[in-house]
């Protein structure tokens, strides 16, 4: 009986020296120009630290283990606004994140264009390798 007895007075005090655990962020990005269908592989990363993960084919993602604190949650896709959303995680807790990304719009003004020079070597360059 003393056996039992310290047997469970041993593990109810484990408990109480256990570490607190981290949070998680879980969430679905979704694309807002193709009616909010799952956005694939897009990036998801907590700034300046090592957490960061992609978003699988039903556009679902989660970063678990995070020490609890403040962080800035950054979520890029080629061809799209990169967005930004302040975060707070919490201890043992997990943050639900449900965010669309919208296609990046171009002006004139941002597009580059080559030069003759460029564009002559390329059609030499084209021509010689035809030959």
């Known amino acids: 009986m ?23 962020i879980r969430g679905t990005i979704f694309d807002m120009e193709m009616n909010n269908e799952p956005l ?45 959303v302040p975060v707070e995680i919490l201890a043992s807790n997990t943050l639900e994140i449900t965010q669309g990304l919208q296609a990046q719009t171009l002006s004139l003004s941002d597009m580059s264009f080559a030069d003759e020079n460029t564009i002559q070597n390329s059609e030499t360059a084209l021509t010689s390798l035809e030959k």
């Not at 039992?4 to 607190?20: D, G, H, K, V, Y």
């Open 40 to 84: 694939l592989f897009a990036d998801v990363e907590i700034k300046d630290t090592k957490f960061k993960t992609q978003t699988n084919f039903r556009g679902n993602f989660e970063i678990s283990n995070v020490e609890p604190g403040s962080y800035i949650l950054k979520i890029t896709f080629l061809g799209y606004e990169s967005y930004e």
């Open 2 to 24: 003393k056996k039992t007895l310290f047997f469970l007075a041993f593990i109810c005090t484990i408990n109480l020296f256990a570490q607190e655990e981290g949070g998680a």
